[in-house]
């Protein structure tokens, strides 16, 4: 299957995984949790919405460690996975945390993406290197941003991927803010581009 676009979706419940991994050492509000309920529902909704030869990378706030007591635990971001690979059956790849976001240098290879390029491979999509790719999740200037740079490069992309902010952590910026924020990223990321939709 030729691939129309590819979407990478980045940390869906975050900050869930995040106060279930450290608690009370990083704090943590009821407020904090209703939005983070919120964005699993956008996640969901942006998921429903795909075109039937678009795929979907996700790579789960789990560690590869704590993955498998995560799926025992059925936490929120787990049923949101379960939910995108029932929907996108084999359209959807869905790996732990990725390497390419643990360092703050720039990897030559990533061993997470070669994986997901092998998987792809092993299902029989076919992409072209000018096919549209978006990155959306959490959070768009940290770990949304750096997959962009890390896609764009190691799969040697002809454009810079899109981040669809409505699927953001950043969903209720007014069009203003989301042009500001886009200048604030080109400082490091020349090619940033945020478009103002789900």
């Known amino acids: 299957m030729k691939i129309d676009t590819l979407h990478f979706l980045v940390h869906p419940g975050a900050a869930l995984a ?5 608690g009370s050492e990083i704090p943590f509000t009821d407020a904090d949790m209703e939005r983070e309920k919120e964005l699993l529902e956008v996640y969901r909704e942006k998921v429903d919405g795909l075109g039937e030869e678009d795929v979907l990378v996700l790579f789960s706030p ?3 460690k704590e993955y498998r007591k995560d799926i025992k635990a059925g936490e929120e971001w787990i049923r949101l996975q379960e939910y995108a690979k029932e929907k996108l059956r084999n ?3 869905v790996l732990t945390h990725p390497d390419f976001l643990d360092t703050t240098e720039s990897l030559n290879r990533s061993e997470s993406l070669d994986r997901v390029l092998g998987i792809m491979d092993n299902r029989g999509f076919d ?6 790719t978006e990155v959306w999740g959490t959070a768009v200037d940290g770990c949304v941003i750096k997959t962009v740079d890390s896609v764009f490069k190691q799969f040697q992309l002809t454009n810079y991927p899109i981040i ?3 699927a953001t952590e ?5 069009s203003e803010e989301i ?3 886009e200048v604030g990223l080109r400082v490091n990321y020349p090619k940033a581009k945020l478009v103002d939709r789900l």
């Open 170 to 174: 950043k969903k209720d910026l007014r």
């Open 127 to 132: 992409f072209s290197l000018d096919m549209p």
């Open 179 to 181: 042009a500001a924020l």
């Open 62 to 64: 789990s560690y590869a």
């Open 164 to 166: 669809p902010v409505k």
């Open 18 to 22: 995040r106060e279930k991994r450290y």
């Open 91 to 93: 359209r959807c790849i």
